[in-house]
Structures are given as structure tokens and as C-alpha cells.
């Protein structure tokens, strides 16, 4: 009989390498969700470990089975200070949690031991099946540090490994380790600090009346039952009652156990890491911190990543999605021709494959964009970012924790307004949730680039930068004035009831594993293809549709009238122009003529109105639209027509000349810097700030932002 999966959680503290050994025990064998009942993200994949065939002891024959590895929000203690620190404590100190583990994993940075340990010693008094995972030995040998894993077994009488995350060193130990102690011995590891020594009365009765075995695990109730979820109010108002009856101070309680903690981990740590030499960084890494640190070099350093970023994203991605570009146009001009004429033959060309092109062209340089991200993150870069940023940032009402929402919003809005979850100041998380929007996320890419493509020459700055890469790179800058501006004027109506603080902990400078930033890429490009791939193929489907059909007969006089009055015109002008009256007429047309008249002063005309409704679903639907508007009403043509070449020949029937003119362009290109243009934003908000209150009042604000910025755009360069 196949054994139940086990359950085996990854903790550790933020910048330990946990991500990274998630990674690597898991591979591409991985999922993303929420925990139950939150909005926290939740990673969690299949690891593979051997597991004994029969449940006699006599018998010990192995099989490789499957368990379930889930990654634990980073943490540095027990005691949580945000909601995605408090899911990790949910998990741990809930036995009926669906996610509650069969045993841990214990990530710990090697280079600073004392500190992770502590982390380590409270999840093992909690009486669960625990492995030290010993991480970044190679940081500690470059600080002259080295570390004795047999003696620290020892010590605290659990399995230590000894691995490095990013190579994958020391792994295939640790799943033999994960399994011994989760699934042949159970080992439970004896009290680091025993709670009863000191509060052997109180402990014991919490344990009497919840059904505990475990006194540290009772102390966490008396703690933390106010945050604790799986508690109900009377259970609370009971603890409450046993905290009053033996007068128990938790915070003097809180104190004493973390300085006790360290005095007990103190002479072990001396007993089992041995310093060579001077222990400070390297040379060379307090160098580079010279310089990326620097007030004035920094920025400029951090300006030219970026300008790297997104040279990189326009000049290697070109050639790729031209290919993919081109490709598609041949198959659906293959398809077209092959399949019999009709109904279905429309729907699955310009309604299906029209829609599935406007997603796969920027596959591209989806990967690349994250993939560089990732290589920031990786190195140790980003929070030296969030470091220089930090005084910039409270000028304009937020922290240096702000950045990394800012700085996730250049992926996505959804999970960067996520992250404001570790901002503990909540004045500062509001404001950073309300501004997050406006940095450029992926979404707006495939907009950016096709409208740069249009109006933008592919020149040459100085014989290395390219023009179109600069433009993409001030879209990305504007979004960030606009971001730190909004911010500004919401900090001067926003009462501030508490002071802040910011502290983080420098993570060193190492190389990237490739193999990690393969899976980011590979993960982001599978997220926008099914996600807003699946938003786009069937809103151009319902677009296909209602650009397809319209009321009674109108249509079939719309072809009729213009047949008659163009009689004497070649058949392709003819046909051309029969499809641009009849998509005139239909459901959607006569919705953007509706529209109309408020974008008309935006240079933009009612089918530009059609692709601006439907993207407020996912702001790349704006492509994947245009490209079934004029795939319906275009010009009928033997050849392939990519989605760029359908823009560059659509004409102004006012004027004549092209429609996507540098003004109509540019016009476009500011109001998808500013407009919110995402109703999973607006959901997420709506769940993070848990009301209507501040989503309306985001969704109000970045409309007026934008309209009035495209309006001036065009007026300027009209």
C-alpha cells in the first residue's frame, strides 16, 4: 500500500538560502497557491525521498515515494511581526492545519550562526521532527570561518548537514536525513529551553485543558493566542483568564527566554565555529559596497542596471519575436486559405489564433525581464537598492521596505501588493499599496513595445544604445515619478499615527544558480501564457464575436451600401473596405462609437475605445484586441501581416494618414503608464485593505492621472 505523503516544511530566516534549496529539492515539480484562508503565497512541490515499502519493523525495504515540501515565509523568530510571519506559526503550532509538516527543515546561514540558531531552537522545542540544514559554508570560508557540523550534531542532538543551495551540494544527504527523521525514527529532539523550569504551573494546565504534549508549544498559547487563527474567541478569553489568575508578564517572559537563548547558544557556537584569521567581508565585497552604497554612485549604478535591463530586453528579444511574430501570421494565412471558408474558418483565425499571437510574441521578452530581475535578487544587488533608497524614500512617505513592492510591480501588481505585508508600519504599507500600481508592470511590455515599435526608429545612441530601449526605459522612470509623487500628495492627507524604522540585514554578494533563474523564467513565462494568456484568447474570442455579429440585418446593409457606392474600386479595396463598414456596425463597433466622443480628444478613435474597454480585464489584452479589431476590419491581403504591420496600415479616415501617428502613440504609451486598467489589482487591494474604500479611491485617482496625461501628450505633440 502507497504511503500518505508526508509533509515536510522549509523555515529559515530571509536571505538564508531557503528559496534557493526549495528550488533544488524540488526542481520544476513545484506549485504556487495561497495557504488556506489568506492571501499569502504559498510554494509548495513534490520531493522525492525513500520510503519503507511495509510497515513492519522487520522489513526494510525501501521505495522512493513521494512528500510535499512547502516553503515557510522567511523569518528570523517565532514571534511573528507581519501576517506572512504569523501563517508560518499558523502551520507549526496547529496540528489540524492542513499544511501542518511531519518534520522541518532548518535553513541556516553558516556565516552567522548565533543568529539562526535561535530560530532553529525554537522550532525544535516545539517537539517537531527537525533537520539543520547548514547553508553558505562558502561565505563563512571566505570570512576565515569554519565550522565543525559533527560537533554541532552533537550539541544540540539533531542531524546537521552540511549543503550549499546553489550547487546542490550536500542534498541527496539531506533527503536521507529528511527521511530518518520523518518517516524510520521520528526523532523528536529534546528541549533546548524547557518553558516549565520557570512556569511549570501555568504550562501544565494550558496543557491539560488544549490537549498538548508539548510545554513550549502550550507557552505559544499563552503568547500568541490573539494572533493564533485556529483559536475562537472563548478559547482566547480563557488563556486570558489563566494569564491573569498566575499573573504571567509575557513580555518580561519574551525577554528573558531570547537572552537565555543566546546565552546557552553563545558557548556552543564557540565550541563548533572556529575563526582562521579576520573574519570581516572581503576585500573586494566592501569595494563594490563603496560604490553601490555610495549616495551619489549608487544611483547612478542603480540607473545603469537598469538601462541594461532594458537594452537587453529590446535588443535580445527583437530577433526571437519577430520569428514567433512572423510565424504566426504564416499560420494563420495557411490556415485561412486550407480550411473551407466560413463561420468557423473567421473564428479560428481571427478570433482564436489572432488572440493566442497576441500572448506567445512577448514570450520573449517576459523571460528576459525576469530573468534579469531574478540575477538582481540572486546576487545580493536588490537590497543594496533597498538600502540607498531608503532616505529617498522618506521623502515621499515610505521606507526602504517600499522598494521591494516598487520593484515587484515591475512584474506584477497582484503579488507585489502582497509584499507590502512586511512594511509594519501600516501608514507606510497603505501608501506603498496605493502607489504600487503605477511602476510598469509586465502586462503594460507588450503595449510598450509594439506602440515603441510603431512611432520609435531602431537607431543607435552613441553606437551602443538603442533609441527604442531609452524610450522603454524612461516609460519604466516615468512610472516611478509617478509612483513617488502620488505618494507624496497621499502623505500630506493620510494621517501618520506611528514612527518608522527600517532595518535590514545585507545579504552578501554571490553568484547567481543558473538553474534558479532558469525556473524563475521558466515560471513567470508559464504564469503569463496560462494566466493572462487564457484573459486574452477569450476575450478575443468574445471580441470575435461581437465584432462578428450586430443587431438585425445591419451588417448586411452595411455591405450592401458600401458595395453599391464602391462598385468601381478594385475587388481588394473593395473587400477591405466592406469589412471596415461591417465592423462598424456590429455589437462592438457601435460600443466604441458609444465611447467615442470622451477619447476623441485623445486622439483616439472608437475601435482604440473597444481595445481600451476589454484591457480593463488584464491590461495585455490591449495587443491581443487590436489585433482581432483588425484582423476582422483589416485589409484583406494573400500575404502574412504581422500585428505591427495591421497598425502601421491602419489610416485615419479623418485625416487619411497612418492612425498610430508619435502623438496618438505617445498619447497611448502615458495612459497605460497611469491607468489601473486591472480588475485583479483592484481585487487584491480590495482583500489587503478590506474594504472598497481605497480600491475606488485608486481606481479614481490613476484614471484622472492618466486621462489628463494622454490629453496632454496629444494636445503637445499634435
Known amino acids: 500500500m502507497k504511503p500518505a505523503p508526508r509533509k515536510i516544511a522549509l523555515i529559515g530566516n530571509p536571505n538564508s538560502g531557503k528559496s534557493t534549496l526549495f528550488n533544488q529539492l524540488t526542481g520544476l515539480r513545484q506549485k504556487t497557491g495561497n495557504f488556506p484562508g489568506v492571501t499569502v503565497e504559498k510554494k509548495s512541490g513534490t520531493l522525492r525521498l525513500p520510503f519503507p515499502a511495509h510497515s513492519s519493523a522487520s522489513d526494510e525495504t525501501l521505495v522512493v515515494a513521494e512528500a510535499i515540501l512547502i516553503d515557510l515565509p522567511g523569518i528570523y523568530s517565532i514571534y511573528p511581526k507581519s501576517r506572512d510571519e504569523q501563517v508560518a506559526m499558523d502551520i507549526l503550532a496547529n496540528p489540524q492545519h492542513p499544511d501542518h509538516p511531519d518534520a522541518v527543515v532548518v535553513v541556516a546561514d553558516a556565516s552567522n550562526l548565533q543568529r539562526n540558531l535561535l530560530l532553529f531552537t525554537q522550532i525544535a522545542d ?344 531609452l524610450v522603454l526605459l524612461g516609460l519604466y522612470l516615468l512610472g516611478l515619478i509617478g509612483a513617488l509623487g502620488s505618494a507624496w500628495l497621499f502623505s500630506i492627507f493620510v494621517p501618520r499615527r506611528e514612527p518608522s524604522y527600517f532595518i535590514l540585514e545585507m545579504p552578501t554578494y554571490k553568484w547567481p544558480r543558473w538553474s534558479h533563474l532558469g525556473i524563475t523564467m521558466y515560471d513567470s513565462v508559464k504564469s503569463f501564457v496560462l494566466e493572462a494568456g487564457k484573459i486574452i484568447v477569450a476575450i478575443s474570442i468574445v471580441l470575435w464575436v461581437l465584432a462578428s455579429y450586430g443587431p438585425g440585418d445591419s451588417m448586411e446593409q452595411a455591405e450592401a451600401q458600401t458595395m453599391k457606392e464602391m462598385s468601381d474600386a478594385p475587388e481588394q479595396v473593395r473587400e477591405a473596405a466592406v469589412a471596415s463598414a461591417q465592423l462598424e456596425t456590429s455589437y462592438a463597433g457601435r460600443f466604441g462609437k458609444f465611447i467615442e466622443p470622451a477619447i476623441a480628444p485623445l486622439g483616439y478613435d472608437w475601435k482604440i475605445g473597444i481595445a481600451l474597454i476589454t484591457s480593463f480585464a488584464a491590461r495585455e489584452v490591449f495587443v491581443g484586441t487590436m489585433s482581432t479589431i483588425y484582423s476582422i476590419g483589416g485589409e484583406a491581403s494573400e500575404d502574412a501581416v504581422t500585428i505591427r504591420q495591421r497598425l502601421e496600415k491602419e489610416r485615419n479616415p479623418q485625416t487619411g494618414g497612418p492612425m498610430y501617428t508619435p502623438a496618438v502613440s505617445f498619447s497611448l504609451l502615458m495612459f497605460y503608464v497611469f491607468a489601473m486598467m486591472c480588475m485583479s489589482t483592484l481585487a487584491i487591494v480590495y482583500r489587503e485593505t478590506h474594504g472598497w474604500k481605497w480600491p475606488m479611491v485608486q481606481l479614481v485617482y490613476t484614471m484622472v492621472l492618466a486621462y489628463v496625461s494622454a490629453w496632454a501628450t496629444f494636445q503637445l505633440l499634435s
Open 126 to 469: 516545539l517537539g517537531l521532527p527537525t533537520v539543520l540544514a547548514l547553508n553558505m559554508l562558502d561565505v563563512a570560508e571566505s570570512m576565515k570561518l569554519k565550522v565543525n557540523a559533527v560537533q554541532l550534531a552533537m550539541q544540540l542532538q539533531v542531524p546537521v548537514i552540511k549543503i550549499n543551495a546553489r550547487s546542490g551540494d550536500g542534498v541527496d544527504l539531506l533527503r536521507e536525513a529528511i527521511q530518518r527523521v520523518a518517516v524510520t525514527e521520528r526523532l523528536v529532539p529534546a528541549y533546548f529551553l524547557d518553558p516549565a523550569e520557570k512556569q511549570p504551573e501555568i504550562i501544565e494546565e494550558v496543557k491539560t485543558r488544549y490537549q498538548l504534549e508539548n510545554n513550549y508549544l502550550a507557552l505559544q498559547y499563552l503568547c500568541q493566542h490573539d494572533s493564533f487563527t485556529f483559536l475562537n474567541q472563548g478559547q482566547r478569553e480563557q488563556l486570558d483568564g489563566l494569564i491573569t489568575k498566575y499573573a504571567f508578564d509575557k513580555t518580561d517572559f519574551l525577554a528573558n527566554e531570547t537572552i537565555t537563548r543566546y546565552e546557552r547558544l553563545r558557548p556552543l557556537v564557540q565550541k563548533t565555529v572556529t575563526s582562521q584569521g579576520d573574519s570581516e567581508q572581503p576585500a573586494w565585497t566592501r569595494r563594490l559596497d563603496k560604490i553601490l552604497l555610495h549616495p551619489v554612485w549608487g544611483y547612478v549604478a542603480f540607473l545603469m542596471v537598469l538601462l541594461v535591463i532594458f537594452q537587453a530586453v529590446f535588443a535580445w528579444a527583437e530577433y526571437p519575436m519577430d520569428w514567433i511574430d512572423q510565424a504566426t501570421a504564416n499560420a494563420i494565412q495557411w490556415t485561412k486559405t486550407t480550411l473551407p471558408q466560413g463561420v468557423l474558418n473567421d473564428l479560428l483565425t481571427d478570433g482564436l489564433m489572432a488572440g493566442i499571437g497576441g500572448v506567445i510574441i512577448f514570450i520573449p521578452q517576459i523571460a528576459f525581464l525576469f530573468g534579469l530581475v531574478g540575477l538582481l535578487e540572486e546576487s545580493g544587488y536588490m537590497a543594496r537598492v533597498m538600502v540607498i533608497m531608503d532616505k529617498l524614500m522618506r521623502k515621499f512617505g515610505l521606507n526602504g521596505r517600499s522598494v521591494v513592492p516598487l520593484i515587484s510591480g515591475v512584474a506584477c501588481a497582484v503579488p507585489a501588493i502582497m509584499t507590502t505585508r512586511s512594511i509594519n508600519n501600516p501608514y507606510e504599507r497603505l501608501l506603498t499599496i496605493l502607489v504600487t500600481p503605477l511602476m510598469s508592470c509586465s502586462a503594460r511590455l507588450p503595449i510598450y513595445t509594439i506602440l515603441i515599435a510603431l512611432v520609435v526608429p531602431d537607431d543607435t545612441v552613441l553606437g551602443i544604445l538603442n533609441l527604442q530601449g
